[in-house]
């Protein structure tokens, strides 16, 4: 049933909406990345567990990571592909 709710939506949106919608998430998120404090992040790990965890990163961890990615963009990018 919600199926119906969201391609009665898309009849109601154009491009150009969706375009600013897009464009308007993306400078609040620049925006607030540049507000929040982040210098708690250096604090999390030491240098030794640092260089210890790069260490043991590996190309399977580095496969898994990528599908991670690109599960997210499909996802993105099949809710984008709803409104246009």
């Known amino acids: 049933m919600d199926f119906f709710i969201i391609t009665g939506l898309t ?3 154009s491009r150009i909406d969706l375009i600013g919608i897009l464009i308007g998430h993306l400078i609040f998120g620049v925006a607030l990345t540049k ?8 604090n999390l790990m030491s240098e030794e567990d640092k260089t210890r965890m790069l260490k043991s ?14 599960v997210v963009l499909g996802i ?3 809710i984008i592909s709803f409104f246009l």
Do not use: C
Request: no cysteine.
């Open 11 to 13: 009849k109601d949106i």
């Open 35 to 42: 507000l929040l404090d982040w210098t708690w992040l250096k």
């Open 57 to 70: 990163y590996t190309w399977k961890d580095l496969l898994v990571d990528g599908a991670i990615v690109t």
């Open 76 to 78: 993105i990018f099949l």
